[in-house]
């Protein structure tokens, strides 16, 4: 763990490590909210976040689609939008695992371009990775309260290996109970383009993880991976299912008093 980030309470404003804020196509379109709650959560842990404006979408969906082309100018891009920070953290774990995981594969030809990667993806973390191993990040807010359960994204578990950081984090939270949700592991069936490509598959993949986030008993589901968190929440709504949906970041900082992800009246669509 870095020095600055010993003690939390210590940090003065000239010790904070510049931290640029990847916000995600889908946070700044579909749920802003869960943007400005991982810039709290980021703040109270001692960082001086910024947000690029010269940032863009991450190149994700047309890698998916086997479009390279278009995909590399993408991540010149973000590469260069993120290039004067410390640190960039992301709350999704499919975006960080784009640009981690993927954004040096892109450029394995390009020596300058693969190695300004390789520098990126180095910096580069999911959010509650980010705040659990490296920042340090301790509740000094009540935070969400009462039964919860949690769904692991593909990308953030399975490329990232996020799976205990956001339950220690949740862990923190005295009014919290964390049940642990049947098959946590499998896919709810979004995978991105995946859902659109294969509807019918993809339909019967998420009415199973809706019915085993009802076997739970738990009124709300959390998640670190907006896609899946739209994709459940929508089949619920469309089943009549009433369990709360939010992502993780706006549970921890306590935004929880607005409407869920899905909900009628969610004032961020």
């Known amino acids: 763990m870095p020095a600055m980030f010993a003690s939390r309470n210590s940090v003065t404003w000239d010790e904070r490590l510049k931290t640029g804020f990847f916000v995600t196509c889908l946070v700044d379109l579909m749920r802003p909210s869960v943007g400005f709650a991982a810039v709290d959560l980021l703040e109270d842990a001692g960082c001086d976040v910024s947000v690029p404006e010269r940032q863009t979408c991450c190149g994700q969906p047309a890698f998916n689609s086997g479009d390279v082309a278009s995909t590399l100018p993408i991540a010149r891009q973000v590469i260069e939008a993120f290039?004067?920070?410390?640190?960039?953290?992301?709350?999704?774990?499919?975006?960080?695992?784009?640009?981690?995981?993927?954004?040096?594969e892109l450029f394995e030809n390009d020596f300058t371009w693969r190695r300004r990667a390789l520098d990126l993806a180095e910096r580069t973390y999911e959010l509650t990775t980010f705040l659990a191993d490296l920042a340090g990040w301790r509740a000094d807010a009540p935070g969400g309260?009462?039964?919860?359960?949690?769904?692991?994204?593909?990308?953030?578990l399975r490329e990232l290996g996020v799976r205990e950081q956001p339950r220690r984090l949740l862990a923190q939270l005295e009014n919290v109970e964390l049940v642990e949700l049947p098959d946590s592991n499998v896919c709810c069936g979004f995978g991105g383009t995946f859902c659109v490509k294969y509807p019918d598959i993809s339909t019967r993949m998420v009415d199973d993880k809706v019915d085993c986030v009802a076997d739970t008993g738990a009124p709300v589901l959390l998640g670190g991976d907006l896609g899946c968190l739209l994709n459940i929440a929508g089949r619920m709504r469309r089943k009549g299912v009433k369990t709360r949906v939010y992502h993780v970041a706006?549970?921890?900082?306590?935004?929880?008093?607005?409407?869920?992800?899905?909900?009628?009246?969610?004032?961020?669509?």
């Open 83 to 104: 290039a004067d920070y410390d640190y960039v953290v992301v709350p999704s774990g499919s975006c960080a695992g784009m640009i981690r995981t993927h954004y040096p």
């Open 145 to 156: 309260s009462g039964k919860v359960t949690y769904h692991d994204s593909c990308s953030g």
């Open 250 to 269: 706006e549970w921890l900082a306590g935004h929880h008093d607005r409407p869920g992800i899905g909900d009628p009246a969610d004032d961020d669509r």
